[in-house]
């Protein structure tokens, strides 16, 4: 089955850029989004069809989807952003998501 | 407002069966693909299932294949997973979703099922 492979942990320090990665065979073909949460709530979305935000998401998101990896960047960020960050694409009509990313603001 | 509420969880024996609903609200129901999303405990995500619009084809993760069965009634904008042959790996909290890789998702708080003897 398709597999979504990113880093267990990311460390940013505020204002500057965390990139979280997520790895997948031929991920670039694939449309990727990208989700948000924080414990105990439910996923927010932050980017979909690999770089486009849904209203109310701050510019600081952006995306990128290219040959086998897809990127969210998180540029000058905040203590709101620490969180959990998971990554999802389709792979023949079935859902897959990443192994999720803890993002820590020290 | 869009709106997402989950019920039937609870506890379950291993071997047992659980219906899990989804009402819809605030949205044309049967114009979207509707999906199920779990969480075990400090876990991730892990997609479950997802049935289109009309409800003519559905779509199941391997590791519920044949235990559980996705559906819905568009005329109660209500989404359903029924799940047999419960095993302890099924505990989680499960999410009910809307068009998860839109822009137009929504999704609900999630509601908690635990398989336990």
């Known amino acids: 089955s398709y597999e979504l492979t990113q880093p267990p942990s990311v460390s940013v320090s505020p204002g500057q850029t965390a990139s979280i990665t997520c790895s997948g065979d031929k991920l670039g073909e694939k449309y990727v989004c990208w989700y948000q949460q924080k414990p105990g709530q439910s996923p927010v979305l932050v980017i979909y069809?690999?770089?486009k935000r849904p209203p109310g998401i701050p510019e600081r998101f952006s995306g990128s989807n290219s040959g086998n990896t897809a990127t969210l960047t998180i540029s000058g960020t905040q203590a709101m952003d620490e969180a959990d960050y998971y990554c999802q694409a389709w792979d023949n009509s079935a859902g897959v998501f990443g192994t999720g990313t803890k993002v820590t603001v020290l | 407002e869009e709106q997402l509420l989950e019920s039937g969880g609870g506890l379950v024996q291993p071997g047992g069966s659980l219906r899990l609903s989804c009402a819809a609200s605030?949205?044309?129901?049967?114009?979207?693909?509707m999906s199920w999303v779990r969480q075990a405990p400090g876990k991730g995500l892990e997609w479950v299932s997802s049935i289109t619009g009309s409800g003519d084809s559905a779509y199941y993760a391997d590791s519920v294949k044949g235990r559980f069965t996705i559906s819905r009634d568009n005329s109660k904008n209500t989404l359903f997973l029924q799940m047999n042959s419960l095993r302890a790996e099924d505990t989680a909290v499960y999410y009910c979703?809307?068009?998860?890789?839109?822009?137009?998702?929504?999704w609900g708080q999630g509601t908690l099922v635990t398989v336990s003897s």
């Open positions: 979703a809307k068009d998860i890789s839109t822009g137009n998702t929504a």
């Open positions: 605030g949205f044309t129901f049967s114009n979207y693909v």
């Open positions: 069809q690999d770089k």
